[in-house]
T-cell receptor, first 110, second 115 residues
Framework: RKEVEQDPGPFNVPEGATVAFNCTYSNSASQSFFWYRQDCRKEPKLLMSVYSSGNEDGRFTAQLNRASQYISLLIRDSKLSDSATYLCVVKARGGNKLTFGTGTQLKVEL | NAGVTQTPKFQVLKTGQSMTLQCAQDMNHEYMSWYRQDPGMGLRLIHYSVGAGITDQGEVPNGYNVSRSTTEDFPLRLLSAAPSQTSVYFC??????????????FGSGTQLSVL
């Protein structure tokens, strides 16, 4: 089983729709969680950290469920510019290593 | 600030050739790392460094060397290129003084093809 698993998609949604991605992780000792965004042929960029209590940044909401070992990303009112690949990233306790998922591709259409 | 500068952007090598991918950051970050990204595999850590003079292996270190003689620079050397090293390579850094070392700043990537 992969350490971090994501549905590769693509998720094709109309502009204005709400879309959610899940990511599961296998290491119960994982400490920190993040969502990165990667545009086609570009470098990944941090979208948001994921906190235990859940957090929101504008149209984006991230949730963590430690009991079921998954994190989620919800995007409301999707824009064309949200089209990208979203990478789930997990950091284990006591180390520097970040483990990346393979990403979920989102395509927002007119 | 330029952030993380990575060169070259594209490179084609023949099997057995050696080369160095350059990476420099101007954010005084202590942590620097190299990843490779392959279709369906996600980003995989090759080598990393937590400070000048300190390097360690990541998930896929074979065939690669690194050194960290200064805080700013973290070059990645391919000793004898193989077709299996065809990939997109990213350098990343994090952890300025007093800040979290968890937010990675990436270079723009190097697309390497080994024939």
């Amino acid at each position: 089983r992969k350490e971090v698993e994501q549905d590769p998609g693509p998720f094709n949604v109309p502009e204005g729709a709400t879309v959610a991605f899940n990511c599961t992780y296998s290491n119960s000792a994982s400490q920190s969680f993040f969502w990165y965004r990667q545009d086609c042929r570009k470098e990944p960029k941090l979208l948001m950290s994921v906190y235990s209590s859940g957090n929101e940044d504008g149209r984006f909401t991230a949730q963590l469920n430690r009991a079921s070992q998954y994190i989620s990303l919800l995007i409301r009112d999707s824009k064309l510019s949200d089209s990208a690949t979203y990478l789930c990233v997990v950091k284990a306790r006591g180390g520097n290593k970040l483990t990346f998922g393979t990403g979920t591709q989102l395509k927002v259409e007119l | 600030n330029a952030g993380v500068t990575q060169t070259p952007k594209f490179q084609v090598l023949k099997t057995g050739q050696s080369m160095t991918l350059q990476c420099a950051q101007d954010m005084n970050h202590e942590y620097m790392s190299w990843y490779r990204q392959d279709p369906g595999m996600g980003l995989r850590l090759i080598h990393y460094s937590v400070g000048a003079g300190i390097t360690d292996q990541g998930e896929v270190p074979n065939g690669y060397n690194v050194s960290r003689s200064t805080t700013e620079d973290f070059p990645l050397r391919l000793l004898s290129a193989a077709p299996s090293q065809t990939s997109v390579y990213f350098c990343a850094s994090s952890g300025g003084r007093g800040s979290s070392n968890e937010k990675l700043f990436f270079g723009s990537g190097t697309q390497l093809s080994v024939l």
